[in-house]
């Protein structure tokens, strides 16, 4: 191995795009297969194994019991994605929806139980659990952080974090309602409250306006 575990203390702040944490499974890229697709592609029941995002990225979501699909958080460059699935077997509980053209490097699931594998590549088993640990803390902190901010706050802060982000996502309204945990004529009234006070223009799949980031950061109480 060439590079060291992601060291997770020089990322503190949690975003609801990951990437960058897995750089150091660049090292065995001959392990796996590079698969490509296009943006608004959805896969479901992702049973065919680990992904690693090379270029572009992806929202991952989970099925609950009703039945409803959640997006819990966004995927990009050199980070894995359905590891937990594959390892504990949720194949039919998760589904991932490209959000740009994505090239993705894909492991086979039973490496990662592989006794073999983890003595061969010790640094990829801590930088695999570093990363596990890391997404339950990003999941705790966005329930805590957004379950006490109003609806508006909440819908600022990911319009923000998306118009900072270089991947130039474009998501619809319904999808923010999904990602927040929100009612989508709660997510509506908050985008008409900052579309009136010209922050933004229109919100949607496919035009994604931000007028004024400063008052949006400010909504977003960054």
């Known amino acids: 191995m060439t590079e ?24 065995i890229l001959h392990m796996a297969t590079l698969h490509s697709f296009s943006k608004g592609q959805v896969v479901d029941q992702a049973a065919d194994g ?93 329930v805590a952080n957004f379950s006490n901010n109003k609806p508006v706050t909440r819908v600022a802060e990911i319009l923000l974090q998306l118009y900072e982000s270089e991947h130039g996502i474009t998501i619809s309204q319904l999808d923010i309602a999904n990602f927040l945990g929100l009612h989508l004529m709660t997510v509506s009234r908050a985008l008409a409250q900052l579309r009136d006070e010209n922050i933004i223009g229109k919100i949607t799949k496919n035009k994604f306006e931000i007028f004024d980031p400063e008052r949006l950061a400010e909504y977003a109480e960054w």
Request: hydrophobic share 35%; charged share 25%; glycine share 4%.
């Open 4 to 27: 060291k575990p992601y060291d997770f203390s020089e990322n503190q702040k949690v975003n609801i795009m990951i990437e960058g944490m897995n750089t150091c499974w660049k090292d």
């Open 50 to 142: 680990v992904y690693l995002v090379k270029e572009g990225c992806l929202s991952y979501s989970c099925y609950l019991d009703s039945g409803e699909k959640r997006i819990l958080y966004f995927v990009g460059r050199d980070s894995l994605c359905n590891e937990a699935g594959c390892m504990i077997h949720l194949k039919d509980r998760v589904s991932f929806e490209f959000l740009a053209d994505t090239q993705a490097y894909t492991f086979p699931p039973h490496q990662f139980m592989d006794v073999d594998f983890v003595r061969s590549y010790p640094e990829l088993s801590i930088n695999l659990s570093q990363y596990i640990i890391f997404k339950r803390i990003y999941l705790s902190h966005f």
